[in-house]
T-cell receptor, first 108, second 115 residues
Framework: QKEVEQNSGPLSVPEGAIASLNCTYS??????FFWYRQYSGKSPELIMF????GDKEDGRFTAQLNKASQYVSLLIRDSQPSDSATYLC????????FGKGTRLHILP | DAGVIQSPRHEVTEMGQEVTLRCKPI?????LFWYRQTMMRGLELLIY????????DSGMPEDRFSAKMPNASFSTLKIQPSEPRDSAVYFC?????????????FGDGTRLSIL
């Protein structure tokens, strides 16, 4: 059974600080990794994807992948109240598997 | 470009009734996915299609659930008969293909309540 694990939170971070979200996965053969953001009552929206080991930066967001440790993370710099949402980690090999998400709360 | 379009947005019906959820994927996307999301179980993949062909339906909970994709621009998820435990948000998503790391684009979902 392939699994994707995330801490459910809530993770509370002061505005302007760095929010760090973590995800581990069980299938060593996984090739693609995604972070989705989901606001309450809304659908998931893709914010980052990463395929190779290392870091990938896009604006305030940085995705980090370590395939040897089967670990993927998302850093959000200069956190804003609008970043408050649930963040879903997704891992894809032959099909995509989602974690249950981490609730992030940015404190004004 | 239009995104993934789902209908209805909300559905409230009594147990035992047939429920049909509809999805129009993004034009040109070859893969279509049906998910169910609940607080307890998170986002679960029910079934996915590639080029209108069902590839993996191992997530379909039981025979009461069925899904079809008669053409590249339309898919349905049917529950017959419906039960209260089917209450959830059902999302449809599409992607350019199932190969490699193609991300999925989600519709707004159908919030289903079975009384």
């Amino acid at each position: 059974q392939k699994e994707v694990e995330q801490n459910s939170g809530p993770l509370s971070v002061p505005e302007g600080a760095i929010a760090s979200l973590n995800c581990t996965y069980s299938d060593r053969g996984s090739q693609s990794f995604f972070w989705y953001r989901q606001y309450s009552g809304k659908s998931p929206e893709l914010i980052m994807f990463i395929y190779s080991n290392g870091d990938k930066e896009d604006g305030r967001f940085t995705a980090q992948l370590n395939k040897a440790s089967q670990y993927v993370s998302l850093l959000i710099r200069d956190s804003q109240p609008s970043d408050s949402a649930t963040y879903l980690c997704a891992v894809r090999d032959d099909k995509i598997i989602f974690g249950k998400g981490t609730r992030l709360h940015i404190l004004p | 470009d239009a995104g993934v379009i789902q209908s209805p947005r909300h559905e409230v019906t009594e147990m035992g009734q047939e429920v049909t959820l509809r999805c129009k994927p993004i034009s040109g996307h070859n893969s279509l996915f049906w998910y169910r999301q609940t607080m307890m179980r998170g986002l679960e993949l029910l079934i996915y299609f590639n080029n209108n062909v069902p590839i993996d339906d191992s997530g379909m909970p039981e025979d009461r659930f069925s899904a079809k994709m008669p053409n590249a621009s339309f898919s349905t998820l049917k529950i017959q008969p419906s039960e209260p435990r089917d209450s959830a948000v059902y999302f449809c998503a599409s992607s350019p293909s199932t190969l490699g790391g193609q991300p999925q684009h989600f519709g707004d979902g159908t919030r289903l309540s079975i009384l």
